[in-house]
């Protein structure tokens, strides 16, 4: 039987907020465990907590810029539920008065449009981190408690994901429109981005979906993706054999590339949610829901639109170009001051995307700036130096931190475009090559390539490629 796969995730962001949702601690990755905690965020009896407006704005512009329904006056509830690294046996979230919902967000896939349903945008706390020691019998867990309290915008879905496909390009749309909007830093290797999927399968052409299946310990988007191929092929073995596939949560397991049971799903009744009766309810009036409406950035499906119109870029470039918005902005300020968009353009997506990659590092950390970059390309531009000269340039400049023109002059690397000095190499050049000038004379046009080769490496690279082809073609007649 041919099944329909039926996806829906949930994402969890943390808010790059100065201090936590609660309280004043701060949220410093990799701080010593348990420093930044106090009475409020680890529980102590008798503490109340103090709301961070901060988080309340940050989680409004996210489901402002996902088309959601505001919900004017929301307040927090009270989840309850033990684990060994959430002090008070309860969290603080959202469930009946979720701040955004019924919105949605349009993304790309195979060349169309395809909207993807958001229930709800909710605020909660973070729980702690349990630390599994490893070794031979080790019996104990150790509780990290800095993370607790840390504020956490909850984005949850609806099941309209009808491939694993699908369900990549939406995460990526996400954590581009999170960075957008400087909610998130959405550091997955940090824990400040992440998912958690729930996937069924349909008989093709049936309207009533399947027993639901969440996974959660998903700490990257490939992550997301082995596991909802795992739980395809299992759950169609299942299904294929006469079998049931029960609503429970699994636990991906990187390391064995297979999902395993957690538990049976608890429902909402479970969690026995209330209002949590130490914060009051939180009213968003016309004045200040519009200043956070007006605070909303260009997002990047419309960046994307004004490249392709005011740079006219082709579609592909102004694609890549706008997913990262700090690579976007890098563009902008490079191209602005070199006057050519498409020649910095095709600089930034090969050399400057190709070293963040092998690099390993962002391009907020990266030690050229778009002004360098910039020189870089007006040097070219100029014909100081060639393309391929400038590529050696931009190496240099990564590895010492000086500018271009500096280096250009310190290692002699000038393009050379003086004819009677060039016109001495290339008469060597045809002395040594009968064989290709005889061929080129006969119009076989390769022999003009390999010509021009011999020419550029007699001249390290330096000669002027047109002022080569001038030459060549009032001595050979071509």
Known sequence: ???????????????????????????????????????????????????????????????????????????????????????????????????????????????????????????????????????????????????????????????????????????????????????????MQEGSLRFEASISLRPRGQKEYGSRVEIKNLNSMKAVVKSLEYEVQRQTQVLSGGGTVYQETRLWDDIAGGTALMRRKETAQDYRYFPEPDLHTIHISDEWLEVIRASLPELAHERRRRFIETYKLPEYDAGVLVVDKGVADYFEKAASIVGDPKAAANFLMTEVLRELKERKTDIGSFSVSPERVAELLILVKDAVISYNIAKEVFIAMIETGRPAGVIVEQKGLKQISDTSELEAVITQALDENPAAVSDLKQGKKQALGFLVGQIMRKTKGKANPQVIHKILSEKMGI
């Open 1 to 187: 039987m041919d099944y329909e796969v039926v996806i829906g995730l949930e994402t969890h962001a943390q808010l790059n907020t100065s201090s936590k949702l609660f309280c004043g601690c701060s949220m410093i990755f990799g701080a010593p465990p348990n420093s930044q905690t106090c009475p409020v965020c680890i529980g102590m009896p008798g503490v109340l907590p103090v709301m961070n407006k901060a988080a309340v704005e940050k989680v409004a512009r996210i489901a402002l810029a996902m088309h959601c329904t505001i919900d004017r006056s929301t307040y927090m509830d009270r989840k309850s539920y033990y684990y060994p690294d959430l002090p008070k046996n309860y969290q603080i979230s959202q469930s009946h008065s979720n701040l955004g919902s019924d919105g949605y967000v349009d993304i790309q896939f195979n060349g169309e449009t395809k909207r993807i349903g958001i229930d709800n945008v909710h605020l909660e706390e973070d729980a702690g981190k349990l630390i599994h020691p490893e070794g031979r019998n080790v019996a104990y867990t150790m509780v990290d408690l800095n993370r607790t309290g840390t504020p956490l915008a909850e984005i949850v879905t609806r099941p309209d994901m009808r491939s694993i496909d699908e369900a990549h390009a939406y995460m990526e749309q996400l954590q581009s429109m999170l960075l957008y909007l400087d909610a998130s830093d959405c550091k």
